[in-house]
């Protein structure tokens, strides 16, 4: 009894984090600086911050095969092959597809980063807000269920998560992209700078920017600032960009309540019908599959969205015997990812005598013009933005017979600039795009694996099908040449923004949680990543993962200070 009693002990804290990715890392860092003895538990291996980028400073021939992916490893990885930062300077920080199994009703390609860090090692980056025309939408068109919270109640821990994370950026005064808290923006190129001034001329609506996103262009916080080697998939030895390793992570364990244990698998969260909450979570050390309980008065659900509504699922009880704060039913429905499916590229003629300095680690932005504003259509719901971008590359058309310094010479000639646009649309949640827990498989460490049935449906063809047009329309006006539509098929999944599948709301016979985040029926569990989301918008997400994540934490403290939790 004692030695139980001694267990029960050490194995309790304030507060239990599981995942410590982007929103991992907020919830670790806001709940350890309000006094909570947290312990943050993430599944993968330990990444410290500098110690543990082994390929950042590396040059191109130091690696075996040039950065290059070889056939047999992506023959091997033919999911994980797919996402564009995946290279053999990256290759360690993305999960295999075959050590992680998944069973695939229709296609979805599941990009994960199992590691302390998670995928905020990874992303690109780009933060934009949201405004109410995106909280708003599903009310308005009768779709899906109402978001609990509008932009006024998030706009305040926006500015609170860009004050600390730093973004640099402009304030564009565009209504569908509210400005926020920002750093000095970087800076376009001469294409750029052209694009954008065509498009004021022809355009009323048609806004670019340069991208807002979490690159320090001058020191922030001690970290800092960002070099333009636009490396930043490897991890940054400066600091220059914002990761839960360089920011959140130190800053929870600076105030001495962090516990951080890495290879911890967490199977279950426990749950009291009596007390009418959860207590604490099983886990199974990935190394040993020693199985073992950790308890505490609040626990914050961030493991990324499909592991977080993966754990929910298999969290049953009496009290939950479909999983936890699955009263609705909604539980593992409306998934969504972004609809990328739309790359448009031409030439321009022109500035042959410039260029530009640096690898700047960013692109430019046109805001969401559809069905906003003056702009009304009724082929698609919603709309898009895209993410452009001017450069200029070596010439490519290289004799082959050059040799010597005919070849060096055919090296070092520029070749035309060329303007590219990336369509970046909302996908709607349907009810019927889904994950569900296999009967009869599971992985190495006794979890059912996770089956996807999900795609993308009409409203997303017609949007992908306008993105195409409409940008090789603005090329053609702008007078570019050899205009090309690089017919982007990209399957549900590899735009890496999944979202949903326990959605926030007003009713738990509706949705998962409440309009702080807390599951239904489960009040001190608190789920702030992907899987809260009650619809896309079309902007990058991890932003608004952030502003939530610190604003439940904010309230979960307060309510324990309350004993309400």
């Not at 410590?20 to 599944?43: F, H, N, P």
Request: proline share 4%.
């Amino acid at each position: 009894m004692n030695i139980n009693g001694k267990v029960a002990k050490e194995n309790t804290y304030d507060a239990i984090v599981i995942g410590s990715g982007i929103s991992g890392g907020w919830a670790a860092k806001e709940l350890c600086e309000k006094g909570l003895k947290t312990l943050v538990l993430e599944r993968g291996r330990m990444v410290k911050h500098i110690e543990d980028y082994t390929t950042a400073t590396m040059n191109p021939w130091e690696f075996k095969h040039r950065g290059a992916i070889p056939q047999n490893i992506k023959e091997e990885n033919p999911v994980v092959s797919r996402c564009y930062a995946y290279n053999e300077a990256t290759e360690h920080f993305f999960v295999k597809d075959k050590e992680h199994p998944y069973v695939q009703k229709k296609p979805f390609d599941w990009i994960r980063g199992y590691q302390v860090g998670g995928k905020s090692l990874l992303w690109a980056r780009w933060t934009q807000r949201w405004s109410d025309l995106d909280f708003e939408a599903n009310a308005k068109e009768g779709i899906a269920v109402d978001w609990p919270i509008r932009y006024k109640d998030i706009a305040p821990w926006y500015s609170y998560v860009e004050q600390f994370a730093g973004i640099s950026g402009n304030k564009d005064g565009l209504a569908q992209v509210p400005d926020g808290e920002f750093l000095p923006p970087m800076e376009m190129n001469c294409l750029e700078k052209h694009v954008q001034k065509t498009l004021k001329n022809l355009y009323d609506d048609r806004h670019l920017v340069i991208s807002r996103t979490a690159n320090l262009t001058v020191r922030h916080n001690g970290r800092g600032p960002c070099q333009y080697r636009s490396l930043c998939n490897r991890g940054c030895p400066f600091s220059g960009y914002f990761s839960s390793n360089a920011a959140t992570l130190p800053a929870a364990e600076a105030t001495g309540n962090m516990t951080l244990r890495p290879f911890s698998v967490v199977q279950s969260i426990l749950y009291d019908k009596d007390l009418g909450k959860a207590t604490g979570v099983r886990i199974m050390d990935t190394n040993t599959k020693e199985v073992m309980e950790y308890h505490a008065k609040i626990i914050f659900v961030n493991g990324s969205t499909l592991n977080s509504t993966l754990l929910l699922m298999n969290s049953k009880s009496d009290r939950f015997p479909n999983g936890m704060g699955n009263d609705s039913g909604e539980l593992g429905h409306n998934l969504m990812d972004h609809n990328y499916n739309c790359k448009v590229e031409g030439e321009y003629e022109g500035f042959e005598d410039t260029y530009y300095s640096g690898r700047r680690p960013t692109g430019t932005y046109l805001a969401r013009f559809r069905n906003f504003g003056n702009d009304s259509q009724s082929h698609f719901k919603r709309g898009y933005a895209y993410a452009c971008g001017g450069s200029r590359a070596p010439f490519s058309d290289v004799s082959e017979t050059a040799i010597g310094l005919p070849l060096k010479q055919d090296q070092t000639q520029l070749g035309p600039w060329k303007f590219g646009f990336s369509g970046m649309g909302e996908c709607l949640p349907y009810h019927e795009n889904k994950i569900s827990l296999s009967n009869d498989k599971t992985d190495e460490w006794g979890m059912p694996l996770l089956e996807f049935d999900a795609e993308y449906k009409e409203n997303e063809r017609a949007m992908a099908k306008d993105m195409v047009q409409t940008a090789m329309e603005m090329l053609d006006k702008m007078k570019f040449k050899n205009i090309t539509d690089k017919k982007e098929s990209r399957n549900i999944g590899l735009n890496i923004h999944e979202m949903g599948t326990a959605r926030m709301g007003r009713d738990s016979k509706t949705s998962v949680l409440n309009g702080h985040n807390q599951v239904w029926g489960a009040p001190n569990v608190f789920v702030t990543d992907g899987a809260c989301m009650t619809s896309s918008a079309c902007q990058n997400p991890s932003l608004t993962y952030m502003a939530l994540t610190a604003r439940a934490a904010d309230f979960a403290v307060n309510e324990l200070k309350k004993m309400n939790l």
